[in-house]
């Protein structure tokens, strides 16, 4: 049985997006700015099936009974490739799922990835960009590695801003909790879309984010990378909070991890946070500050652990025939 297997990383937005443009399309309804993490991935082995005229979908050994967030991915590349197969997909993460750490970006851009290298077909970049957008609006930014544009005002190109060597950031991440989300981002998104009082001042910002962004991470300034970030990450979650129902995904431990960072920041350490649709923290600082950050975090909170990460690659096809 001939089957292909590719890995793919997470990313973590700098400057988020929270909204779509176009929900049939999952377009998102502004740029985005982020990192791509190397400890974290996603493994997606796929092969025809020969049992049956469906897809089956697994995730972490347990089969999918909705599988609808994957099926217009797999349509739009069927188109190109000129396929007809059912395809069993396992997809493995060495990381909580659902849980506001981007799974499922990697998920989409490792099957992508593992999609293209078993048909043998040349995707443009704008196909895969296209192809994973259909999944999560996130994946596109983890065909990349390092520091990631996309870019919602030329047709959501995705470009590098700098490698992952250029800038060798160390990336804590703090799990807060592994529950899975009560609400997921894609439903969080359409009701702040539709009822928070400061959606559009949320989209009328971004593009001076992204400016902010792009001059702090092409000078490596750490400092102003923060101020952006930060300010970013807090709008956002003022979004979410706004909404109605309102949409609280931080926790105390989450609240509890911050108050740490500004505490560490005070000692002279250089670092800073962002959290995305989860109750997560993601701190982000020079890598001679990492093992005393983590002491402080774990001596000071009550997080369940934290993952060192440092800044990754690509996704890439491995042999497991």
Not at 202 to 212: A, R, S, V, Y
Not at 225 to 248: A, G, Q, Y
Request: net charge neutral; aromatic share 6%; proline share 3%.
């Amino acid at each position: 049985m001939t089957q292909t297997t590719a890995i793919a990383h997470p990313n973590f937005a700098l400057v988020k997006y929270w909204g779509k443009k176009d929900i049939d399309q999952n377009m998102p309804a502004m740029s985005s700015i982020s990192i791509t993490v190397d400890s974290m991935h996603s493994k997606t082995k796929i092969y025809k099936n020969l049992s049956s005229k469906q897809h089956r979908l697994f995730i972490n050994g347990e089969e999918e009974q909705d599988i609808s967030k994957i099926i217009p991915s797999l349509q739009y590349l069927s188109k190109i490739s000129k396929s007809n197969d059912f395809l069993v997909i396992k997809s493995e993460n060495n990381f909580p799922t659902s849980s506001g750490l981007a799974s499922s970006a990697s998920g989409i851009a490792s099957l992508v990835t593992a999609y293209e290298a078993h048909y043998d077909i040349e995707l443009k970049m704008s196909d895969r960009v296209k192809a994973c957008m259909l999944g999560s609006g996130s994946a596109p930014r983890s065909l990349l590695g390092g520091f990631v544009l996309m870019d919602q005002n030329r047709s959501y190109r995705c470009s590098q801003i700098l490698g992952k060597s250029d800038w060798p950031l160390d990336v804590l991440i703090c799990i807060a909790s592994t529950e899975s989300k009560k609400i997921s981002s894609r439903e969080g998104m359409e009701i702040s879309r539709k009822t928070s009082t400061i959606y559009n001042h949320w989209l009328d910002i971004n593009q001076e984010h992204i400016n902010e962004a792009l001059e702090a991470i092409r000078e490596k300034n750490i400092l102003k990378l923060e101020r952006v970030t930060e300010k970013n990450c807090e709008l956002m979650h003022e979004v979410m909070k706004t909404s109605s129902p309102s949409i609280v995904y931080k926790t105390d431990v989450t609240r509890s991890c911050v108050t740490e960072v500004e505490n560490l920041r005070v000692l002279g350490h250089k670092l800073f946070y962002t959290i995305d649709a989860g109750p997560q923290v993601k701190i982000i600082c020079d890598p001679s500050s990492s093992n005393a950050i983590k002491e402080k975090i774990i001596e000071k909170t009550d997080v369940i652990e934290i993952i060192h990460a440092g800044i990754g690659g690509s996704p890439r096809v491995v042999n497991e025939n």
